[in-house]
């Protein structure tokens, strides 16, 4: 399995108060990426790193933001939660191989419950 | 943005069946990957695809890379009941920075 770990597992939390949620690697992957998954729409990109201090967003982005200062750690912030941004969320990490291939492995996940 | 089709939602399968599954894009894609997800985890990844035409097995799964390379699939032979679970497809596009474009998952159940 790849050395991928998040935190918290589990979180509730009320709307409004900011969140953080961490994912950690022990694999040295250049890339790590967070999503988030719901039913009826599947795996979502919210945010990218491709480096140390480098970042992008995907395609549902508003309302969060990313810090990767140290290859190991990814971080996502809800800067104010919603009751929308209730989801499951999961961190993956991969390395792309010779034409920009590339594989991604994912963490166990991240459940937060907004009330 | 970019979709992936897999169908049915969900599939129903006696134990000891062979079952199969695909996954077709709109668009062209130089890497397909499929995974299974559990129930509370994460998903894992089962088979990687780089080449059109490349055939790949992993135990009893042996996935397919479409000539066309707009479509891929998935063939799990003679089921057990812990091939139970949600099975995605993920493509990428050609191109340094492409991301990958997941498929909404194909839900089987086992029947023992």
């Known amino acids: 399995d790849a050395g991928i770990t998040q935190s918290p597992r589990h979180k509730v939390t009320e709307t409004g108060t900011p969140v953080t949620l961490r994912c950690h690697q022990t694999e040295n992957h250049r890339y790590m990426y967070w999503y988030r998954q719901d039913p009826g729409h599947g795996l979502r990109l919210i945010h990218y790193?491709?480096?140390?201090?480098?970042?992008d967003k995907g395609e549902v982005s508003d309302g969060y933001s990313v810090s990767r200062s140290k290859t190991e750690d990814f971080l996502l912030t809800l800067e104010s939660a919603t009751s929308s941004q209730t989801s499951v969320y999961f961190c993956?990490?991969?390395?792309?191989?010779?034409?920009?291939?590339?594989?991604?492995?994912f963490g166990p996940g991240t459940r937060l419950l907004v009330l | 943005g970019q979709q992936l089709n897999q169908s049915p939602q969900s599939m129903f399968i006696q134990e000891g069946e062979d079952v199969s599954m695909n996954c077709t894009s709109s668009?062209?894609?130089?890497?397909w990957l499929w995974y299974k997800q559990d129930p509370g985890e994460g998903p894992v990844l089962l088979i990687a695809l780089y080449k059109a035409g490349e055939l790949t097995s992993n135990g009893r799964l042996t996935a397919q890379f479409g000539i066309t390379r707009k479509d891929s699939f998935l063939n799990i032979s003679a089921s057990i009941p812990s091939d139970v679970g949600i099975y995605f497809c993920a493509g990428q596009e050609a191109g340094a920075n492409s991301k990958l474009t997941f498929g909404k998952g194909i839900t089987l159940s086992v029947r023992p």
């Open positions: 790193s491709y480096g140390v201090k480098d970042t």
């Open positions: 668009s062209i894609f130089n890497t």
């Open positions: 993956a990490i991969s390395e792309r191989r010779t034409g920009g291939k590339e594989t991604q492995y």
